[in-house]
């Protein structure tokens, strides 16, 4: 009996939290019955006859939609009988791990190779609910968002005729009709059809599970929040008051902010009344109330309040405050209240830069491709969002784009309270699919696309709308979708299109005034390791610019473990990529290494996306990089975590190189030789909350084992927020590690270190370090082979690379026969003789040119492949085995595995395919090459192997030099590993050669 505007300011101000008054009873849970309908009763009127793009409710009807509503006759008796039925909980998928039929036989579906059990069809739900409206109410149907795909909803008392409520087509909006018959005991009956109709329902994207390959082949279910809701006959607030504020900048923190509520409101037909509103605005962190009012307007229509928070915190990825604004209409005897969630933070762009609240921001973002092994669909449950958006906060994400996704409700309050940017995306996965659009597809596009951004636009995580995914010409309907964006939500960024190609800061297919900022698809097939320029352009962008999915780097996975998983999850979907890869392996004896490939090729993983990073920071006007992905996507291994958001091996070592502020450095070289000197310069990008001030010092620390030397540097100048900044060069001279020909020469590892001290941290950054490493090698001389080895070469080439002075060239066949087994035969192919040679005792040292032979080779690359890769995109990582750690030395490979210092031997190299050997036969690897999971083939970089009485010694390695040693110079060619390696491996054959001989 309290009058509402009372009502609100006590409780306020007792700090009680606020809720609806609306009487409502949540229909959630285990209780729905389930059945398939795979013969429907009429097939003459199938469900429905046909789809169309829109919902039928009076705001919306279209002469189709009365057409169809006229012709549901037989629809009214469509629900089947429910004797066959199960259980199943709503919200959720029907074939989710979660789904309680997931013991049932076949009442939804039938295996396939990618799912335990699949349907895709017409299916029904029903429940028994039991409600009272007080008040003269109307009881109201609602269901929030996540009908897959579309929905018929039908009511009745039992016993009687079924009431057609609703006939909606849409997966992102709700739907909703009022229940026209008094209620008490009621049965809800609703008809899912999980069909897609690409010219009436074109909406696809990643959570739709049925694109890039995959053959998961969709789902469908009631994935949406389903109620009955008493609503006031006479009024009613429709949606979420609409939140807006002055603009902010830092500057605004602390002081009076102007804050803007607008309250849509209905009326009963032909009524127009004055309607009052009172509005408290709460502090959500502190529970106390900031702001109160109470204003008049008249009803149907928008009522708007304005009123000041006094001392306004704003919302920041690193600081995310965020009010609650509780709302009462009230119109004689009519009430209702609403409330929403928003924070106070302004996002524009100023030329290249994005700006938040009056800085520079750039955005360490990630990808997401929709990937629940449980629950298929997007869950429903807050905290699941919670876990991934605070393990990716943790770890220095501050933006995550969702390809061709909007997530349910509750992510974006996740991301809210966390405070991670969001670029939620309209499901138009690839052009394919948008341009098979018909008439009421399209409207079905902009109608969704006006709805969800009305439902989340209040979301300060929203960084802005996003149209189709790489559609980089733009969709027909970006003019038309850009300008109800901007009627909608007018200070939130807009794009028709992330990711475009070929791109320049200058082109003018690019400037289109539908796209606020340009999301790039960069060079994805090489590293700056290999093409350093991958981040540069000519001219200066006239709008921020970001890399579009960045990386897509595969890692090998830990198959067993991950099998188990999807195991004990009971996920319908199968690990159909990882079951056939863990049979080859236990076929060819190498299951017990899974381990040592995965730990080894995360560590790539790390390498590629630090390099990567590293060269985009260089470039200050790129303002963002979306790492692709967090989560592994199916049939791949590209995710900081497996499917089941388990972080992988390196996830706490990557903030060195991936955050708001990173130390950069030019100049160090792959490796060095005995005495030769470091010179790099480094650098900031500073994205931090402040200017790094001058008189600021970083710490430098250069360490080969026992020898280190350290300082300091000291910023000149202010290190400015938005800039790339040079602090100042480090020059240190390398000790001695001797010569190829000294006795027990051995590389050591170099690790140049360098970190902020903690004093110029600012907000958000607790900590700026950063972490380079190279090799020193002896230097190569020229000498002599050892004693009684008769090195004996196939051609004036290869003498050029030879790493002794007295290296013989015998043409092939000229050596007679026995000779050669006294000899190391070093040849780039591998034919029957050299295959005599051996079995003779020789040792044949084959350095293959690509041409086949007895010995299967394939080229790879050390950048990781890409996406889930491909035969000739394949490698995963590598290990460096301690047979060759004892070769080599052991800080040529100190963590088992070839670093960034062996790229210039890895790359372009050939592999050696090992599948033709059994799991006994297998040579001696070395150096393994990894490969993708989906091949998993046997592949060496280089291996020994026990050839009749001799060896060969297979070197897929890169060792053989572009700048060949003259025999009068001896000058050192300028890759000194390459030199060592190959000396080293032609030493270890001479020592089997002896060896054999004793």
């Known amino acids: 009996t309290m009058p509402p505007q009372l009502h609100i300011a006590m409780l306020a101000v007792l700090g009680v939290p606020l809720v609806s008054s609306r009487q409502a009873v949540l229909l959630d849970g285990p209780e729905w019955d389930f059945v398939t309908d795979t013969n429907p009763s009429d097939p003459t009127a199938p469900i429905p006859p046909p789809w169309v793009g829109a919902s039928v409710r009076a705001s919306v009807d279209t002469g189709d939609d009365v057409a169809i509503v006229g012709a549901s006759t037989a629809w009214q008796q469509q629900p089947p009988p429910w004797e066959q039925s199960g259980p199943i909980t709503v919200p959720g998928c029907w074939s989710s791990a979660t789904s309680a039929l997931m013991t049932a036989s076949t009442a939804y579906g039938n295996a396939t190779p990618t799912r335990s059990h699949h349907y895709i069809g017409l299916a029904w739900y029903s429940r028994q609910v039991q409600i009272s409206c007080a008040n003269n109410a109307n009881p109201w149907l609602v269901i929030d968002h996540g009908i897959h795909r579309r929905a018929r909803a039908f009511a009745r008392h039992t016993g009687e005729p079924w009431t057609l409520l609703f006939d909606h087509t849409g997966y992102l909006d709700q739907a909703e009709a009022v229940i026209p018959f008094p209620t008490a005991d009621i049965e809800i009956a609703i008809g899912i059809d999980a069909t897609v109709h690409p010219s009436t329902d074109p909406l696809m994207g990643a959570a739709d599970l049925d694109t890039d390959g995959t053959n998961l082949g969709g789902w469908g279910g009631l994935n949406g929040h389903v109620s009955l809701e008493c609503r006031p006959p006479s009024m009613w607030i429709v949606g979420a008051p609409h939140v807006t504020h002055s603009p902010v900048t830092t500057a605004s923190q602390g002081n009076p902010v102007n804050v803007s509520v607008a309250v849509n409101l209905t009326s009963a037909e032909g009524e127009s009344t004055v309607v009052t509103l009172a509005i408290v605005i709460v502090d959500t962190t502190t529970n106390t109330t900031v702001a109160t009012l109470t204003t008049k307007g008249t009803r149907p229509g928008v009522v708007i309040g304005e009123t000041t928070i006094t001392s306004a915190q704003l919302w920041d990825p690193e600081a995310p405050h965020l009010y609650t604004v509780y709302v009462t209409a009230t119109a004689g005897s009519a009430t209702d209240d609403a409330q929403t969630r928003f924070g106070i933070r302004t996002i524009t762009r100023n030329g290249h830069q994005f700006i938040i609240n009056g800085r520079p921001l750039f955005l360490p973002g990630y990808g997401d491709d929709s990937v629940y092994p449980l629950t298929v669909a997007p869950p429903r449950n807050k905290d699941e969002y919670l876990k991934k958006l605070t393990f990716a906060h943790a770890h220095g994400f501050r933006f995550v784009r969702h390809h061709s996704s909007v997530l349910p409700d509750e992510y974006f309050d996740a991301a809210d309270e966390v405070g991670v940017l969001i670029s939620p995306e309209l499901p138009c996965v690839y052009k394919q699919y948008y341009d098979m659009a018909g008439p009421i597809g399209l409207a079905e596009y902009a109608r969704t696309w006006t709805a969800y951004i009305t439902r989340l636009r209040n979301h300060p995580s929203v960084f802005d709308w996003a149209m189709c995914n790489e559609y980089a010409t733009g969709i027909k309907q970006g003019p038309e979708l850009y300008a109800a964006a901007k009627a909608l939500d007018p200070t939130r960024l807009v794009i028709d299109a992330d990711g475009l190609f070929g791109w320049s800061p200058n082109d003018t297919e690019y400037l289109r005034p539908t796209l606020d900022f340009h999301s790039v698809q960069f060079d994805v097939k090489h590293l700056p390791l290999t093409h350093p320029t991958k981040f540069e352009f ?291 192919t591998f034919q029957d003789r050299y295959l005599q040679i051996a079995q003779a005792g020789g040792v044949v040292v084959l350095v293959p040119n690509g041409t086949a032979s007895f010995y299967p080779t394939d080229v790879t690359s050390y950048k990781q492949a890409w996406w889930v890769g491909n035969a000739k995109d394949n490698n995963a990582g590598s290990v460096v085995y301690p047979s060759a750690q004892t070769l080599f030395g052991p800080d040529i490979a100190p963590e088992g595995w070839a670093d960034w210092t062996w790229w210039r031997m890895i790359d372009e190299a050939q592999t050696f395919i090992l599948d033709n050997f059994g799991a006994d036969q297998q040579p001696e690897v070395l150096v393994r090459a990894i490969d993708i999971v989906t091949l998993s083939r046997s592949k060496a970089l280089l291996f020994r192997m026990a050839v009749g009485k001799g060896y060969v010694i297979g070197v897929g390695l890169n060792v053989l030099q572009e700048c060949p040693r003259t025999k009068t110079g001896g000058a050192e060619c300028p890759m000194p590993e390459k030199a060592w390696v190959f000396d080293r491996i032609l030493r270890n054959a001479g020592d089997i050669l002896t060896a054999n001989q004793l």
């Open 538 to 828: 000519e001219g200066t962008p006239s709008r921020p610019v970001i890399s579009h999915e960045t990386g897509n780097y595969n890692t090998f996975p830990r198959l067993q473990p991950l099998i188990d998983a999807f195991g004990r999850a009971n996920s319908s979907i199968l690990p159909y990529w990882l079951t056939p890869s863990l049979a080859k392996l236990e076929a060819a004896g190498l299951l017990a290494e899974n381990e040592l490939w995965s730990n080894c090729s995360e560590f790539l993983y790390r390498t590629c996306w630090k390099s990567n990073i590293e060269g985009l920071r260089k470039n200050s006007m790129i303002s963002g990089y979306e790492w692709w992905l967090l989560v592994d996507y199916w049939g791949g291994n590209n995710g900081l975590t497996d499917s089941f958001e388990v972080p992988k091996s390196i996830a706490d070592s990557i903030s060195g190189f991936h955050g708001n502020t990173v130390l950069l450095q030019d100049g160090l070289a792959v490796a060095y030789t005995s005495n030769a000197t470091i010179e790099i310069a480094v650098s900031v990008s500073n994205f931090g909350a402040v200017d790094i001030a001058a008189g600021a010092t970083l710490q430098w620390n250069v360490t080969a084992r026992e020898h280190s030397e350290s300082g300091q540097l000291e910023f000149k100048t202010p290190a400015t927020v938005g800039l790339v900044s040079l602090i100042g060069n480090i020059s240190v001279t390398l000790p001695d590690v001797g010569t190829t020909h000294t006795t027990d020469p051995a590389p050591l590892a170099v690790t140049v270190s360098v970190a902020l001290l903690s004093s110029v941290a600012g907000p958000g950054e607790v900590d700026v370090r950063n972490a380079w490493t190279s090799t020193v090698y002896p230097a190569f001389v020229d000498g002599p082979s050892p004693p009684n080895w008769n090195l004996t070469l196939e051609s004036m080439d290869l003498a050029q690379q030879c790493m002794f002075d007295d290296c013989v060239v015998i043409p092939d066949g000229a050596l007679p026969s026995s000779l050669v087994k006294n000899r190391v035969h070093l040849t780039t």
